[in-house]
């Protein structure tokens, strides 16, 4: 308020207020809730393609009791002084001990325990709250002395005779209290179709029955696999880490009923044995003087040991500082009132004291079993890595080939080897399922399939391509769009490669296939004096020789590599290409050339410059049901995440998108970073980004300016990477991203949209009776092993050609577009048909295949980079929202709407 004069006055203060008078409240504007979308129900079954019977490995379960209880516990376990039990796998312990110790006080219930914070009975305990003393003998060792010195396991002469000793005990507080009350009936409705809020809860403590089962016979428990500890399921993979085969099981409501269901499970291992031996092998070097004991303090980190002579089991914290003939500690003996004091080397008193030969111990690290703190060091040699320990860091590529080629198992071996673990694991011993009336029959589910016919393709010149089992080739035939490679060089990083050579044929190639090569500008080598400078300066040196010696920039690089998949130049070199340059490349590193390698690069480079390979014969004319009749834009959408061992590393989110209507072969991306490890696309939809409105908005445009300026009426959507937990985040958050989308470009317009998860991380495989081979390309199964009321089914659309053909599981959450189930299928088989590079039907929809390639291809962008804080690229935050997460650099504009990533 302003004065006569133009100066601020202070306003009056407000009247008081009469006693019992409430000042009034502004109401509160309420934003409409919008309605929670459900899954859609099953619209039919299909009935196109040649009748195929099968088997799946689905067990056919009956459950009895169905008028019982589970009743849910929650677990609060505590050390004698109150402190939380933090160690991983110590609940299990403690829990048998307290059925056996207080089995009356407990009603002699039978206890179903998830190993952390849930247990289950059948019925109630005598009372909501329990509270109970648990003293349990422990094979590790006991407190940590404070001196440093060897611990329990290794007392000084006149205390030797503690090592007789096998055990030390540790005294807990159990605390159960009562959670919930969960009715079996709820499985039994979920068969009629009738899901419940308690039927996943229901089905997930038979679940939990099994893996305390499996736990019982020392089994290492991954999820809802198990393993065993047993030599004959190792393969050695190299490094220090073994594959260890296992089992898949899992209860599964269906059509038919409850079902059990038991695959071959595979996981990674470190391999047991002396700590020395695993460090050899894991760092590939031949002696203990050329370790890297900065990278094998990482390495044994929280691994758990045996210690000789006392066969202790401890975990490792870490490593000395000093070699062990220099770690000292103090070693105190007890005469007779007093206590003697001496500064003895960790080595002498293993040699001198316990009288232990030590070969090599001497010279190298120690190993700290105590707390960083509260050392308590071994020497090395004497220290023995446990079984069944995982192995969570990335593998290589030789030991990912090297699992992958042990790991195949044909059909007929498979089926055996599971019928075999179900008679083994003696399931119909197991009281929880006994007292729940449960009992699993022993033969395989027989399944009712379809073969669908394969599609027709067009190939140039309007030649017809004709499959057969799901493989085609270009012999004698043209490319259907041919690109011309013109303004071109090559770059090659490999001692090994003639680049001459290769040249020449890739032009011979290109010339019978309809692409015509012209002689490149130039072949560039890389100066040997770079090859082992930082992978980021030999791509900066190699591009100078480009820009100086050629005229102009290059249309397309040829980059030859020393290495297929493990070459640190890979990232920056696509970097520096796309994002910096927007020059269109190839990356190579021939081992063996031949018409077939040229022809697949070949496909490659005609796909990125524009081209096309083939394309279905309904593309070319009006005949693709609900598709080529109205303007119609299809999906991929995919999620890229690091190692396992990598937490920090951004997770990268790709949308592909189908572009030139009525056309579904030809695709472009949008790429952005997310907060590591989210599988959630937080980048869909941006309305208040400063230069980035997100990765559907970027879609539609270019779908827009590539199909004759028409806005797409209808949204397949094709989703892959999610649990069936997060089925109503897709359907309900990440699909209101997209009709935002659409809103902000356009208010009035409604596209109709359909909605398909994909799923290949499932254990549901399919089998020929009595036939040596896998399930032909085009086979789908849409009835029994299904979901009782959910849309969904199952496609093996490729040839398996060795191991077992795993189908792809596709569930349809949302359809507004109304496709039968037929016309659905045979779109889903048909996409497998139109991924441009290679010439064979793929096991999932092309556009779920290019998502995870621009996903995996961009990601290479920020591999070998520092991560940084000052990005001004595309990328999105922390679920904190506070810590941003490193950015990537955007595509340029040149190569944005390419298939860069073919």
Known sequence: MESHNGEAEDLPPPPPLNAGDEPLKAEETKKPVKPTRALVPRKGFGKKGQPIRLVTNHFRVSLKNTDEFFYHYYVNLKY?????????????????????????????KDFAYDGEKSLFTIGPLPHVKNEFTVVVEDASTGKTPANGSPGNDSPPGSDRKRIRRPYNTKTYKVELSFAAKIPMSAISHALRGQESEHTQEAIRVIDIILRQHSAKQGCLLVRQSFFHNNPSNFVDLGGGVMGCRGFHSSFRATQTGLSLNIDVSTTMIVKPGPVM??????????????????????????????????????????LSDRPCRDTMFTLKRRN??????????????????RGIELRYSGDFPCINVGKPKRPSYFPIELCNLVSLQRYTKALSTLQRSSLVEKSRQKPQERMQVLSDVLQRSNYDSEPMLMACGISIAKSFTEVDGRVLQAPKLKAGNGEDIFTRNGRWNFNNKRLIRASSVDKWAVVNFSARCNVRDLVRDLIKCGGMKGIKVDQPFDAFEENPSMRR?????????????????LPGAPKFLLCVLAERKNSDVYGPWKKKCLAEFGIVTQCVAPTRVNDQYLTNVLLKINAKLGGLNSLLQVETSPAMPLVSKVPTIILGMDV???????????????????????LISKYRASVRSQSPKMEMMDSLFKPNGTNDDGLIRECLIDFYTSSGKRKPD?????????????????????????IEACKFLDENWEPKFTLIVAQKNHHTKFFIPGAPENVPPGTVVDNKVCHPRNYDFYMCSHA????????????????????????????????SYVYQRSTTAISVVAPICYAHLAAAQVGQFIKFEEMSETSSSHGGHTSAGSVPVQELPRLHEKVRSSMFFC
């Open 80 to 108: 004698e002084d109150d402190t939380p039990v933090d160690r991983k796998g110590a609940g299990r312990s403690v829990i048998e001990k307290l059925q056996q110790t207080y089995a009356t006080e407990l009603a002699n």
């Open 277 to 318: 031996d695993f460090l050899l092998a894991n760092q590939k070097v031949e002696h203990p003087n050329k370790i890297d004991w900065a990278k094998a303090k990482r390495s044994l980190k929280n691994l758990r040991i045996k210690i000789s002579p006392t066969n202790s089991e401890n975990k490792i914290v870490g």
């Open 336 to 353: 007779g009132d007093n206590v003697d004091s001496e500064e003895i080397s960790v080595y002498d008193h293993f040699v001198k004291n």
């Open 533 to 549: 400078a930082p992978a980021v300066r030999r791509v900066e040196d190699m591009f100078e020789q480009v820009k100086t010696k």
């Open 640 to 662: 890229s995440h690091g190692s396992p061992g990598q937490s920090d590393v951004p997770s990268i989110a790709a949308v592909v998108s189908s572009r030139e209507w009525p």
């Open 714 to 738: 209808q949204i397949i959507i094709f989703r892959d990477g999610v649990s069936e937990s997060q089925f109503n985040q897709v359907l309900n958050i990440e699909l209101d991203q997209i």
């Open 800 to 831: 398996g050609m060795i191991g077992t053909t795993r189908p792809t599981h596709y569930h349809i959450l949302h359809d507004e577009i109304g496709f039968t189930p037929d016309d659905l299928q045979e779109l889903v088989h048909s996409l």
